[in-house]
């Protein structure tokens, strides 16, 4: 939807896939590389994707329209699952950032919301209709961290300033309206729709275990009584098939984006272990937990190895 210059307009749909595959330093991915973390014992993988990174809408033939991805760009992420899928790790597959478009869920515009929904559902029809055959190894993530409120964050949540003609971040552009109330209405809708559409593509998605985006996969504002978890449309499944996505940096200012120099203590490894112990909210019901996501960002102080161990054992 964004203007291009003429050397990006040159560019082949391969090329444009490798481009995002590895524009956070990351390299190509290959069965060498997946190999090589399964020898280190490692069993699950956790693959982001942007898919509006290379979706457009296109029409049907009945003259409606709809966000198409692109057939490259679904090919290798269906590539890097197989290098996974080839050692009989996990693979979990979700909808990741995307520059900022989930801000349309919260635009003042009711048309945008419209389009959202529209976009949020086509996603996930490609992606379920495209891997429904595939075994348990695959699970379905909903979203990433993007179902909050998170007014002030520049590309995050579904209060994010968007400019709806391209349907990405825009600062130039007000934040959305919706309520803290209502991010976690529409973040528990969002969360019902993807059980919905899996579901309903059938083959082994209707048993395929899903896993549920936390409240911006946050902790504690997951164990609010305002985030309910989906309910499963296949009977017998009852919750046994769902598990809820949270992450862990805590403490931030050991863990997080560009710290260095602070010390981990054994308060924190309290911390964690009050923390994690919460979650029995979740598996005293029958739903998994995973931790999506958890680490050291900028790992130059001391303890990083500590934190490692004592995280992963208490979860």
């Not at 348990?136 to 709806?164: K, Q, R, V, W």
């Amino acid at each position: 939807n964004q203007e291009m210059n003429e050397e990006q307009k040159k560019l082949t749909d391969e090329q444009w896939v490798t481009g995002y595959e590895t524009n956070a330093d990351n390299v190509v991915s290959s069965q060498r590389l997946m190999d090589g973390l399964k020898s280190y014992g490692i069993n699950t993988i956790r693959i982001p994707v942007a898919w509006s990174n290379l979706m457009k809408e296109e029409k049907k033939e009945d003259g409606s329209t709809y966000y198409k991805i692109n057939e490259a760009y679904m090919n290798r992420v269906e590539t890097v699952m197989n290098y996974c899928l080839n050692d009989e790790m996990y693979v979990i597959i979700n909808i990741h950032w995307d520059n900022g478009w989930w801000g349309m869920f919260g635009d003042a515009d009711k048309n945008v919301r419209k389009q959202a929904w529209k976009k949020y559902e086509a996603i996930w029809t490609q992606i379920s209709e495209r891997f429904k055959n595939y075994s348990d190894h695959l699970i379905f993530e909903s979203a990433n961290e993007e179902l909050t409120n998170h007014m002030n964050d520049a590309n995050l949540g579904l209060n994010t300033a968007i400019n709806p003609k391209t349907e990405t971040y825009d600062g130039n552009y007000p934040k959305g309206t919706l309520t803290l109330e209502e991010c976690y209405e529409t973040a528990n809708k969002i969360n019902q729709t993807f059980v919905n559409v899996v579901r309903k593509s059938g083959g082994n998605n209707e048993y395929r275990h899903l896993l549920i985006a936390g409240f911006g996969t946050n902790i504690n504002n997951t164990l609010s009584s305002n985030y309910v978890m989906p309910t499963d449309t296949v009977e017998g499944n009852g919750n046994t098939k769902l598990s809820v996505s949270v992450h862990y940096y805590d403490p931030w200012e050991f863990c997080g984006d560009g710290m260095s120099g602070a010390t981990y203590t054994e308060k924190d490894k309290e911390a964690t272990e009050k923390q994690f112990a919460k979650l029995k909210k979740f598996t005293d019901q029958g739903y998994g937990v995973i931790v999506g996501e958890f680490g050291v960002c900028n790992p130059l102080q001391d303890g990083v190895t500590k934190w490692l161990q004592d995280t992963m054992e208490i979860a």
